[in-house]
Nanobody, 119 residues
């Protein structure tokens, strides 16, 4: 089992920045990839960014490319999502998730953290 705990959400004005953290515990050594997802009210959950736990390769949704940066600190078992130039439409609950194999879906999910961007 892998446990994930997100933190760092909050209220910020448009154009501002936030950094989300996702701390992994349990069998974190088994993690292959960690992703960030978000879900806005009335909308489906969508992919935001992902990072390969060991190799460090990163992937981004087009909507956040150039504004968001995903990174990981293996020593701290933590993945970060640096969000810059935030827009009102970035408002959502942000979740981190982990998978233990390349072809698997995300097996483990955090509880989510609210990000609200005001105009």
């Amino acid at each position: 089992q892998v446990q994930l705990v997100e933190s760092g959400g909050g209220l910020v004005q448009a154009g501002g920045s936030l950094r989300l953290s996702c701390a992994a515990s349990g069998r974190s050594f088994s993690i292959y990839r960690v992703g960030w997802f978000r879900q806005a009210p009335g909308k489906e959950r969508e992919f935001v960014a992902a990072v390969i736990w060991s190799g460090g390769s990163t992937y981004y949704a087009d909507s956040v490319k150039g504004r968001f940066t995903i990174s990981r600190d293996n020593a701290k078992n933590t993945v970060y999502l640096q969000m810059n130039s935030l827009k009102v439409e970035d408002t959502a609950v942000y979740y981190c998730a982990a998978t233990i194999a390349p072809a698997r879906g995300y097996d483990y999910w955090g509880q989510g953290t609210q990000v609200t961007v005001s105009s």
